[in-house]
């Protein structure tokens, strides 16, 4: 059986998997679903200076702390980039990599970068005016649970991604969510760039026809990581 650690996307918390977990224990699977610094049950420890290096140490301190080895590493849609910087800093204590409908960011890439221009200065211009320039505003939209959800440290989605070890040897999987992409979104955009690192990098691509968000619709999401830890096994 696994060991899985699942890692939260933007303005979320570890709280999010409080429905996947279940099922991933029930398949005998051990799950640690930590929060990333300022956000969740940690909101109290966000400020100006918390970024992508501090989300990735979050995690690497996980599999350190708690002993992990031979994990199975999932990071749902800016916890792709964050998967990214643990596995090249410890990848001798990783598995498995799952892209839940996440970025993929190269070498020197922020989060913010993996998008056209114009949804960058939409972004810029939300942190301006709804987050005192250095806070994600929460999302509002219809599969958005905005009574937990937090906002997020800018400066994550602005450092870049720095990679020291690449490449590694670690098998991964992308699964692509296909129920909700707006044409032209941040998400439609970074998701069609992601995707063609993908294809190009030859990793294995699942597909489930569910929601980006993880809440709203978890068990499809239970369902393909069972699928991709399965065929790892």
């Known amino acids: 059986m696994a060991t899985l650690v699942l890692v939260h996307g933007t303005t979320a918390g570890g709280w999010v998997w409080k429905d996947v977990t279940p099922h991933l224990q029930a398949a005998g699977h051990t799950v640690y679903t930590p929060t990333l610094t300022g956000l969740g049950e940690r909101i109290h420890l966000a400020?100006?200076?918390?970024?992508?290096?501090?989300?990735?140490?979050?995690?690497?301190?996980?599999?350190?702390?708690?002993?992990?080895?031979?994990?199975?590493?999932?990071?749902h849609s800016y916890g792709g980039i964050v998967i990214s910087g643990v596995a090249d800093r410890v990848p001798e204590r990783i598995r498995h990599l799952i892209y839940l409908d996440a970025v993929i960011a190269e070498d020197g890439e922020s989060c913010l970068d993996v998008a056209h221009p114009d949804n960058r200065a939409e972004f810029e211009a939300r942190v301006r005016e709804q987050g005192d320039g250095?806070?994600?505003?929460?999302?509002?939209?219809?599969?958005?649970?905005?009574?937990?959800?937090?906002p997020h440290p800018w400066k994550s989605w602005t450092d870049p991604l720095v990679l020291n070890?690449?490449?590694?040897?670690?098998?991964?999987?992308?699964?692509?969510?296909?129920a909700d992409k707006q044409p032209g979104s941040y998400f439609e955009q970074a998701m069609t760039t992601s995707m063609a690192r993908v294809h190009a990098r030859g990793w294995t691509v699942l597909e489930a026809d569910t929601v980006h968000q993880i809440l709203p619709d978890p068990l499809p999401k239970a369902e393909v990581i069972l699928k991709a830890v399965k065929a790892d096994f």
Do not use: Q
């Not at 200076?49 to 080895?69: A, M, P």
């Not at 070890?165 to 692509?176: A, E, F, S």
């Open 47 to 75: 400020n100006r200076e918390v970024g992508l290096e501090t989300h990735i140490t979050d995690i690497v301190n996980v599999l350190l702390y708690e002993d992990l080895t031979d994990v199975v590493l999932a990071g």
């Open 134 to 150: 250095w806070l994600i505003p929460i999302s509002r939209g219809p599969n958005d649970l905005p009574s937990k959800n937090a």
């Open 165 to 178: 070890n690449p490449p590694h040897n670690i098998p991964c999987t992308y699964v692509r969510f296909t």
